[in-house]
């Protein structure tokens, strides 16, 4: 896994040998920046990277030029991980990790974002109810995204608060990008 473009390209993340996190592929992870590219202005964005294992969504954000990522992740074995790869970078000073539930930080959320990563188990049995819920909490700014990779195949409940605006699949994974507002505008995407 490695770091693709901006100031820290070519960088090697580690993360978790076993199967305990599912890391985005270089593939989903250029095409989620790839994207984002023309609908968010970097050099002034802060980030949220949810479910964040070794951190490298966030951590190739950062590298663009998000000037703040926060990164959540419950799991330790990841955490250690997402704290050695923060380390590696050295970007210590413009990055805050927390090891804690999704849930309760969406519950004390007092900051908002300009993009919101969201990479959860594909077992979580709140999945669908997940874009409603991080709309709910006031994290993502008025013109903020939340982006959310999922298997594919999967149904969010809908919800008045946010819309899907993009689809896009790879295989087995998909990504959905949302935006305040409830509308019915979803554009999909199959590479």
């Known amino acids: 896994m490695r770091v693709i473009a901006g100031k820290y390209k070519g960088r090697r993340l580690s993360t978790v040998a076993d199967l305990s996190v599912r890391p985005a592929t270089d593939r989903v992870k250029s ?10 202005d970097w050099r002034t964005a802060t980030v949220l ?4 294992g070794s951190g490298s969504v966030g951590i190739e954000a950062m590298s663009r030029g998000a000037v703040h ?3 959540v992740e419950y799991d330790r074995k990841a955490f250690a991980f997402l704290q050695a790869n923060i380390a590696l970078i050295k970007a210590e000073a413009d990055a805050t990790l927390v090891f804690g539930s999704v849930d309760q930080v969406l519950q004390s959320a007092r900051q908002q974002y300009g993009v919101v990563f969201a990479d ?3 077992s979580l049995t709140t999945l669908s109810q997940l874009p409603g819920k991080i709309f709910a909490s006031g994290v993502i700014e008025p013109d903020g995204m939340l982006v959310i990779e999922h298997p594919t195949h999967h149904e969010f ?5 946010c819309h899907a605006v993009i689809e896009k699949v790879y295989g087995r994974t998909a990504v959905t990008f949302f935006q305040h507002g409830n509308e019915d505008s979803t554009v999909s995407g199959n590479v």
């Open 31 to 40: 095409a989620i920046f790839n994207t984002l590219q023309t609908r968010i």
């Open 49 to 52: 990277d949810l479910y964040a």
């Open 69 to 71: 990522a926060t990164f």
């Open 120 to 122: 959860p188990p594909y």
């Open 157 to 161: 409940d809908p919800s008045p608060l």
